[in-house]
């Protein structure tokens, strides 16, 4: 095959001499046949179309080299279709649309064992026969909520929609108008209900919900009270509502159970973690609670789960639904999950856990860390971007204490002479090899270190110096 320019359709290289080629055959070994045969296919019928007819074109068309070009690229966008790595520098813990919790090195290693081997799962290795799946995991939650029983499942959606289902189908269960929320990712408890087969009854106001109003709307056919921790927002103001206690004591005046949706998993207070008058699943328990639900992903810093802890005859006709079943968690996760719960048993959480690790963080190592990163990019970046470092404030996130400011140090970014447009250097931020998110204010980039791990400042730094050489040279080329 020549390199010389295509003119006419007829000549752009067919799907084998494509393959053929010095510089496309290795992405085959690479990536397998069919990635490859498919992304030639996207090129070759681009070619056509924009070449559609089959005298000469009135340009020199792509050489061969060009089409192979093109399909190294197509190659690449078909292989980065995958979850890709990317640095938070948004300062956000428990960033939703960034994945949640990262995990520890234990848990990590515990799901990593349980996917490659064979495991006891189901097994139990003194009787040698069949054993519970669960049966581990509702040790662990018993020893950190004594008295209580427990249950895992997909996500804590799962878990409220799983108690509500087999607790109040066809029943009516009471909320206050204050709670009716939609929190992150869609999770809309009207919606919820509706699918559970339980009707929603709505009492109180928006801002204000008494006690009474719950007294009111109870009846025969009341299955049970929930309560929802609005964890992404908050009603101030003039405002009211039912105290937990007082919620839990008309419940079990009337023989029904009050249901809590606490969220976050944030366990029980841990020292020094500013996470302000965010409640824990323990206090609603202690306050009387029947059962609580909350994410094994945000502040408990686990995978994704859904966990439900409280009265054992709650429990057991949730596991007994169909539902349960159907909802269950898979080993790997059951794996994470009860690694994270071990490092809360063995009161190592605030070291071995990342977003705890995150959140306590303390503002003189930030500090520190903020400007070590700041005078690398002041360095590398000068005349064109200047790096200072500014107080600020990082949050929790995921929905867990929406107002809470944790305080941090910045590292601020702004053009210097003849700087990049700030969106330019963010949008190549978001391309650069390691993709950074970062936030965008006032004309600058802000990264904030507390989200971070120290083993990514090489690839945060490198990233910032490239969007910029990046932003300067090809403004558009991201947009
Ligand atoms: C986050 C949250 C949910 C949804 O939990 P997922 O684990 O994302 O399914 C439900 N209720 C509350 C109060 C939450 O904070």
């Not at 944030?266 to 020094?272: E, Q, S, T, V």
């Not at 303390?362 to 000068?382: G, K, P, V």
Request: hydrophobic residues 40%.
């Amino acid at each position: 095959m020549t390199d010389s320019p295509i003119r006419n359709y007829r000549q752009i290289p067919s799907v084998d001499a494509l393959l053929r080629r010095d510089d496309v055959a290795p992405l085959v070994a690479a990536h397998g046949r069919t990635v490859v045969t498919e992304a030639i296919r996207e090129v070759v019928e681009a070619m056509r179309r924009d070449r559609p007819g089959d005298g000469p074109g009135p340009d020199d068309g792509p050489g061969p080299a060009d089409v192979a070009r093109r399909v190294r690229e197509a190659v690449s966008r078909r292989t980065q279709a995958t979850l890709r790595v990317v640095i938070n520098a948004t300062g956000v813990v428990v960033h939703t649309n960034l994945g949640r919790a990262p995990l520890s090195r234990a848990a990590r290693v515990a799901m990593d064992r349980a996917a490659a081997r064979y495991s006891t799962l189901e097994y139990d290795l003194a009787e040698g026969e069949r054993g519970s799946r669960s049966a581990r995991l509702e040790r662990q939650l018993s020893a950190l909520f004594p008295g209580h029983a427990s249950l895992a499942v997909n996500n804590n959606a799962s878990a409220v929609y799983l108690a509500l289902r087999a607790l109040a189908a066809g029943r009516e269960v009471i909320l206050s108008r204050g709670e009716m929320v939609e929190i992150g990712g869609s999770f809309r408890v009207p919606d919820m209900m509706a699918e559970s087969g339980a009707r929603l009854r709505e009492v109180g106001t928006t801002n204000r919900t008494r006690l009474s109003d719950y007294e009111k709307a109870l009846g025969p056919d009341t299955a049970l009270l929930l309560k929802v921790h609005p964890s992404n927002y908050r009603i101030v103001g003039f405002t009211m509502e039912a105290t937990t206690g007082d919620l839990a004591g008309l419940a079990r005046s009337r023989g029904i159970p009050l249901i809590v949706d606490q969220g976050s998993g944030y366990l029980k207070p841990i020292a020094g973690a500013r996470l302000g008058d965010e409640p824990t699943v323990e206090q609603f328990l202690s306050q009387g609670a029947d059962l609580v639900t909350f994410s094994g992903d945000k502040l408990l810093g686990g995978p994704q789960a859904g966990i439900a802890v409280g009265r054992p005859d709650l429990i057991e006709r949730m596991r007994r639904s169909p539902l349960y079943r159907v909802l269950r968690l898979d080993k790997t996760t059951l794996a994470a999950l009860e690694s994270t719960l071990q490092a809360y048993l063995m009161g190592v959480e605030r070291d071995d856990v990342p977003v705890l690790r995150m959140i306590l963080a303390s503002r003189e190592d930030l500090t520190r860390r903020a400007e070590a990163i700041a005078a690398r990019l002041a360095e590398l970046l000068d005349p064109q971007g200047l790096a200072d470092v500014v107080e600020g404030a990082s949050r929790t996130g995921g929905g867990s204490a929406p107002e809470l400011d944790l305080p941090t140090s910045l590292v601020r970014l702004r053009p210097g002479a003849a700087g990049p447009a700030v969106a330019a250097w963010e949008a190549w931020l978001r391309h650069a090899p390691v993709p950074v998110v970062a936030r965008v204010r006032e004309d600058a980039l802000w990264l904030d270190p507390r989200t971070v791990d120290p083993s990514e400042e090489d690839d945060l730094v490198q990233g910032v110096a490239w969007a910029m050489e990046r932003a300067i040279r090809d403004p558009n080329g991201c947009a």
